[in-house]
C-alpha cells in the first residue's frame, strides 16, 4: 500500500522560503505523477504542480510559477517543493498525492490522483 507523509510545514513570514517534503513507501512504479495540492480555508482544493516520471516533466500553477521548484529524489522516494518568495496568499494545508498515469496538461485535476498524504499546514503571516 502507497503511503505519502508530507514534513516541513509551518510559520514563515512573507517573502522567506519553506522545503515540503513527500515520503512515499510501498512505491514501487516506474511510470508515476507526484502532485502537489493546496487548500485554503473557504476555497477549493487547487493544484500547485505537478512532476511526471516519465517524462521527467514538471507543471506549476500560474500562481506558484517562477517560486515554487518541484523536484524528486528516486533514490529517496521523496518529492520535494521549494517554496520562494511566499506570500500571504500561499497560506493553505499542502498535500501531495501520487498519480498512476501521467496526467499531462490535466495534471491539477485531483480527481486523477490515487494516494493522498494527510497535508500539512503552510502559515505565510508577519
Known amino acids: 500500500e502507497v503511503q505519502l507523509v508530507e514534513s516541513g510545514g509551518g510559520l514563515v513570514q512573507p517573502g522567506g522560503s519553506l522545503r515540503l517534503a513527500c515520503a512515499a513507501s510501498?512505491?514501487?512504479?516506474?511510470?508515476?505523477?507526484i502532485g502537489w495540492f493546496r487548500q485554503a480555508p473557504g476555497k477549493e482544493r487547487e493544484g500547485v504542480s505537478c512532476?511526471?516520471?516519465?517524462?521527467?516533466?514538471?507543471y506549476y500553477a500560474y500562481s506558484v510559477k517562477g517560486r515554487f521548484t518541484i523536484s524528486w529524489d528516486n533514490a529517496e522516494n521523496t518529492a520535494y517543493l521549494q517554496m520562494n518568495s511566499l506570500k500571504t496568499e500561499d497560506t493553505a494545508v499542502y498535500y501531495c498525492a501520487t498519480a498512476t498515469l501521467n496526467p499531462g496538461l490535466q495534471w491539477h485535476n485531483s480527481l486523477l490522483y490515487d494516494y493522498w498524504g494527510q497535508g500539512i499546514q503552510v502559515t505565510v503571516s508577519s
Open positions: 510501498g512505491f514501487t512504479l516506474d511510470n508515476f505523477a
Open positions: 512532476f511526471t516520471n516519465s517524462d521527467t516533466g514538471t
